[in-house]
């Protein structure tokens, strides 16, 4: 089965999160249209006039009327205004929690992504560093210089090497993650809390519009028996008032309090996931760092032993060298990769956190 050049490989895979851009943006757009269309029904059902219809007696022994006319609460054209504020709040809620919450969510994803492909062009380089080792013992070899098993020790690394980078793109290729805003995180979780506090006050002002109300309605009377000459206009000016409406503003207040404490708080909230993507990145980094130390010792034995053979002079000398630098290149590859993810992971911990 031919394998996949890894240049292409790549390619593909920075593809896919484009076209899974316009559908993360399709769902953002499709809730607030689904908000806004409701807010919009109940602004209109708030701001116009109700019908009324029906019979009266006035008082006993007058005569039965028709009452035909319309009303409208002033309060519920305020509360029409409000309940689009909110609807609107609501919407950038939303966009604001969705982005936050997938930067949290593919953070990791992301990082672990850029490290894959740093890891293929590594294992890219030393590939073609020793194809041109093998090039050169295969030459010995045609010349009696060297011996089969020298050329077997390189074709062995080639093979791990082909092994590593399928297995890299084997792990890039499941891996996805969508288009994220460039904003650093932080950033994201104060607009987020920014809007969940508009948002909040949008929903307490909606609240506090149903302490007071001031009706007005007009209409015709017609006396039905016996029928008096021609339809009498008529209107009415209500006024209500709550008299709970300060202990009902209290409790709206401490309500709007308790949800920013309960969002701080919340195991499942913005704010509490990133403490937790913060504290797994810094293990991460920590064992990272152990992991190049390590790797930083084997290389420092494989060049003192490489100074030891720097002129092989005899095939042990040669054969020893060609697995050394062999050793190399593979330790190459851990160290780079190493070294890639401690700074990719610093630099993001420095700018999100």
């Keep these: 089965m031919p394998q996949i050049p890894w240049k292409f490989f790549l390619a593909a895979t920075l593809l896919f999160p484009a076209q899974a851009f316009a559908q993360e943006r399709g769902d953002e757009h499709a809730y607030c249209s689904y908000v806004l269309e409701q807010a919009q029904a109940q602004r209109d059902l708030l701001r116009t006039p109700t019908a009324i219809a029906g019979m ?12 035909g006319g319309a009303t409208l609460g002033l309060s519920n054209v305020r509360k029409a205004g409000l309940t689009m504020d909110a609807a609107q709040k609501e919407c950038e809620l939303y966009k604001a929690t969705t982005e936050a919450q997938q930067a949290e969510q593919y953070a990791i994803p992301s990082l672990e992504r850029e490290a894959l492909r740093n890891r293929l062009a590594l294992i890219e380089h030393a590939h073609e ?3 041109g080792l093998i090039e050169k013992t295969s030459k010995m070899l045609e010349a009696k210089n060297a011996t089969r098993q020298m050329l077997f020790s390189l074709q062995t690394t080639k093979i791990k090497l082909d092994s590593d980078r399928a297995d890299t793109q084997a ?6 993650v969508p288009a994220l805003s460039s904003q650093p995180l932080k950033e994201l979780i104060t607009e987020k809390e920014s809007s969940e506090a508009g948002e909040q006050r949008a929903l307490d ?31 009415e000016v209500s006024v209500n008032y709550n008299f709970a409406s300060r202990a009902i503003n209290k409790h709206l207040d401490r309500a709007a309090a308790a949800h920013d404490e309960w969002k701080k ?53 040669l054969d020893f060298s060609n697995q050394l630098t062999a050793a190399r290149l593979l330790m190459e590859i851990e160290a780079g990769d190493a070294s890639f993810r401690i700074q990719r992971w610093r630099d993001y911990l420095a700018k999100n956190f």
């Design 265 to 317: 708080t919340e195991e499942s909230g913005v704010v509490r996931i990133a403490e937790v993507l913060r504290q797994q990145l810094t293990d991460s980094l920590s064992a990272q760092e152990v992991r190049l130390k390590s790797v930083q010792e084997e290389s420092k034995s494989i060049e003192q032993n490489l100074g030891l053979v720097a002129n092989p002079d005899t095939s042990a000398a």
């Design 171 to 176: 792990k890039l290729s499941s891996i996805y």
């Design 56 to 67: 009266t007696q006035p008082e006993t022994g007058l005569p039965l009327q028709v009452v």
């Design 129 to 131: 560093s020793l194809a």
């Design 205 to 235: 002002k909606l609240s506090r519009q149903n302490n007071w109300d001031v009706a007005l309605s007009v209409g015709v009377h017609q006396q039905v028996n016996p029928v008096a000459q021609g339809a009498q206009p008529y209107g």
